[in-house]
């Protein structure tokens, strides 16, 4: 055998003994082999549930449970669909078929988002594709281009040797970067003891939530009982959809760091159609705060405002008030003419939180609207005003608006200087009644100092330090004075 046929011989022997495995399937079983990372990634179609509880303040907290697969060893797990204004320091992830199943050795909310301005960034750098009408020939034509910049919102691109920017056209690239996502991600490496499907469920705070109560108040003919119905109304721009979800709201003043806000503007207030709510929340206390259950489960969709009935009672006891006020400073000198003229008397509705008055149920703050059937028995839209978080067993006392047929004058008939720091005044107040009906207008004097009621025309009470009420009945179609005389020390 010659020496040429041994050494290939020999190269054979070699080649079956001690194969070369190419660079490329080396790699592979790297990523194959018994340490490798498995990426899981989780969308909307494995959510098992979810629980939404909204604040008053503008937050959600999210309660996302899943069906997910988990190999032995570690993990990559990506949670798609999930609210894009999430506050990253807020989530946690726990297994809840089998507590402690895995640990979390990395947490990361992915945002940067797939976008074409995001695209041309990664590309800077790299080659793509321009794809455009020829004037020319009116066919379409390619170029290949080099991606030199972006800067302001123009891609500096080299063709042909030749630098430009502002060429019109469709812009092809080869593939997305690894590093750019369709939406928001919340991302955790885990590590897990055992192969398996499991139930997760990540806990989250995200902004872009909000509720509030709308309330319709039905006056009756005779202003002395109501219907009220309350409706919450949810608005959800958290970027996320819940889809058959548990709703809880939460009324009350929750504190929260200023600084984890992202302060929005506020949601404009939206007339709402008269009618009556069907109540589906049930109540309960949460610390120092209510909580109110939707009885079902409903769809939280993205962007979508959604009413959904709180309360309902029928015939609950009004009461209206006409209010006249004065003012501290009438007190301080001497003034000639009225003080005031024609001054319009401000309407206030009066009614309990109680089981007398068929409420009763803690009510969160918001809108009241308030209508009042016309002569033809069409409702009528007479006024509106905001009331706070209101406890059971309280009084609502709200102002809706100006009485059209009731005015009153204010004029100081005397003054004078008793003594260093003393005076005596004198006033009369003409209030004059062009309604229907008679009525009764609490008179409220704010007198500055200290002070004493010397003589008066009506019977008055000294309501608190700095306030004297009368309360004066005024006839239909007549004009009562009152008068007082008073004495101050300042």
Request: proline letters at 4%; aromatic letters at 8%.
């Amino acid at each position: 055998m010659s020496s040429k046929s041994k050494l290939r011989l020999l190269v054979l022997f070699c080649l079956l003994a001690f194969p070369i495995t190419p660079w490329h399937a080396a790699a592979a079983s790297e990523t194959t082999g018994t340490n490798t990372t498995q990426k899981v990634i989780s969308t909307e179609s494995d959510r098992v549930s979810a629980e939404i509880t909204i604040y008053n303040a503008g937050l959600g907290l999210v309660k996302d449970r899943r069906s997910v697969n988990l190999n032995h060893g570690d993990s990559i797990l990506q949670l798609m669909d999930v609210a894009s204004q999430v506050i990253p320091s807020s989530v946690s992830v726990e297994s809840v078929t089998e507590k402690g199943a895995f640990s979390v050795l990395e947490q990361n909310y992915e945002y940067d988002l797939l976008s074409p301005n995001k695209l041309l960034e990664k590309y800077v750098g790299k080659t793509i594709i321009v794809r455009y009408r020829n004037p020319n020939t009116d066919r379409e034509d390619e170029k290949k281009a080099l991606v030199l910049a972006f800067n302001d919102g123009q891609p500096v691109l080299q063709i042909d040797n030749e630098v430009t920017f502002g060429i019109p056209g469709n812009y092809v690239f080869p593939q997305v970067p690894e590093d750019l996502i369709a939406r928001p991600t919340l991302s955790w490496l885990l590590r897990t003891d055992s192969s398996g499907a499991r139930q997760i469920e990540t806990l989250y705070l995200t902004n872009g939530m909000t509720w509030r109560a709308d309330y319709i108040l039905v006056l009756a003919a005779d202003d002395k009982t109501a219907n009220i119905s309350a409706w919450v109304t949810l608005d959800n721009r958290s970027g996320a959809n819940f889809r058959n979800a548990r709703l809880k709201l939460v009324a009350g003043d929750v504190n929260r760091v200023r600084d984890e806000v992202r302060e929005r503007q506020p949601m404009l207030a939206r007339n709402m159609a008269v009618q009556e709510a069907a109540p589906q929340f049930q109540e309960s206390a949460l610390f120092e705060y209510h909580l109110y259950t939707l009885q079902r489960p409903t769809d939280i969709k993205n962007n979508q405002s959604k009413q959904v009935g709180l309360l309902s009672a029928q015939n609950v006891p009004i009461e209206k008030e006409y209010v006249y006020r004065g003012q501290s400073h009438y007190y301080r000198g001497r003034y000639q003419g009225f003080l005031e003229k024609n001054t319009k008397i401000p309407v206030f509705l009066i009614f309990r939180n109680d089981q007398k008055s068929r409420l009763g149920m803690p009510l969160p703050k918001g809108v009241v609207r308030v209508y009042k059937r016309d002569q033809d028995e069409s409702l009528q839209f007479v006024g509106e005003n905001r009331i706070d978080h209101t406890p059971v067993d309280e009084k609502i006392r709200m102002t809706i608006g100006n009485a059209f047929d009731v005015v009153g004058d204010r004029k100081q008939t005397s003054w004078s200087s008793v003594a260093t720091n003393l005076t005596e005044s004198e006033y009369e107040i003409y209030l004059r009644n062009h309604k229907r009906e008679d009525i009764t207008i609490r008179v409220e004097e704010t007198i500055p100092g200290d002070w004493k009621i010397l003589e008066s025309s009506h019977s008055h009470k000294k309501e608190d330090s700095a306030t004297a009420v009368f309360l004066v009945n005024v006839p239909k179609d007549q004009e009562v004075v009152v008068r007082y005389k008073v004495r101050s020390k300042f």
